[in-house]
């Protein structure tokens, strides 16, 4: 199948799931989204445990263009970002994800990743214990400011559900797709220390 008919089958396929390709309205400036005091005593609970979605709009606003397959490519290569395949319940249906990666994982994340059948789950690259997320709020990926912190660590709610992030991703139709299977079971060096985001 070709690569406009894998596309079209693909989002006519999410669609009829509910998952529509598109763009996904972001509103960072709701104040519930911001809570430093108890972000800083839970010292980071979400990201000790997984890295945080990206969105296409991310390398818009980092790099001042949409992300194309080279540019991706480029900020793969630092070590700081995975590919996930999201499973929709189909063997062949399935959609791609960008996310901050977890120390220690692979760079693509399948389900079969040995990563994912040991159940070895690192902190984001870019969280430090000491200090937090490395970016600073403007620049920090969509899924990791559109997580509204709750009460405890376990009420925090992330506005930016797979889903939206696949639709949006879907908008690339074979970006990821190409990079995954380029990558796939290769290792790419974590950043090293004196790393910083966009760096
Ligand atoms: S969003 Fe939730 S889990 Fe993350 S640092 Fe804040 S309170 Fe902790
Ligand atoms: S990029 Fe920042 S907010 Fe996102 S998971 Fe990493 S440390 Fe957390």
Redo the contacts with the bound molecule.
Sequence with gaps: MGTVSKALALTSALREMGIEPGKFKKDYDRPELRNEERCSSCR?L??WT???LLSPDDFTKWFGIPPTLELVERELRKGYLSIVAVDYGSDSIFGMLLR?RRSGEQVVIMDDSPDIVAGRFGP?V??REES????DWKH??A??KLLKPGNTPLECVCDYPVESAAGEWLMFPDLLTDLANNYRGLKIPEPKTGWTPLS
């Excluded at 937090?132 to 970016?135: A, E, P, Q, T």
Aim: aromatic share 12%; glycine share 28%; net charge positive.
């Design positions: 980071g979400c990201c997984c890295g945080c901050m984001c870019a969280w937090g997320c490395m970016f920090r990926p899924g990791g």
